[in-house]
């Protein structure tokens, strides 16, 4: 069984920062890319960023210059630093990784449980 957890989320004013970090855990055979999605209230999830395994990074255009993912210290693990923070960045942030979780399977995409970040302005 292949779990995504994440933690780091909270409240914090407009301009500060916030790390989020995901950890897959479980039965499987490896991740490849790993993901940041967001997702307000009633709107439809949107990628952040994703890392791949050779540390390609790619970015959502308005938190250019302002997130960092990274590959966390331990293996299968991310994280997503936020700096300069704006309250339009108030969303449930959800990590997500393509895992292939047996030799005779196939990559699929699973999610952690996501994280909500409160910028308050």
């Known amino acids: 069984q292949v779990q995504l957890v994440e933690s780091g989320g909270g409240l914090v004013q407009t301009g500060g920062s916030l790390s989020l970090s995901c950890t897959a855990s479980g039965s499987f055979i490896r991740a490849n890319t790993m993901y940041w999605y967001r997702q307000a209230p009633g709107k439809q999830r949107e990628l952040v960023a994703f890392i791949s395994t050779d540390g390609t990074t790619n970015y959502a255009d308005d938190v250019k210059g302002r997130f960092t993912i990274s590959k966390g210290n331990t293996k299968y693990s991310m994280l997503l630093e936020m700096n300069k923070l704006k309250p339009e960045n108030t969303d449930d942030y959800y990590c997500?990784?393509?895992?292939?979780?047996?030799?005779?399977?196939?990559?699929?995409?699973?999610w952690g449980q996501g994280t909500q970040v409160t910028v308050s302005s």
């Open positions: 997500a990784a393509d895992i292939l979780a047996s030799h005779w399977g196939e990559l699929k995409r699973y």
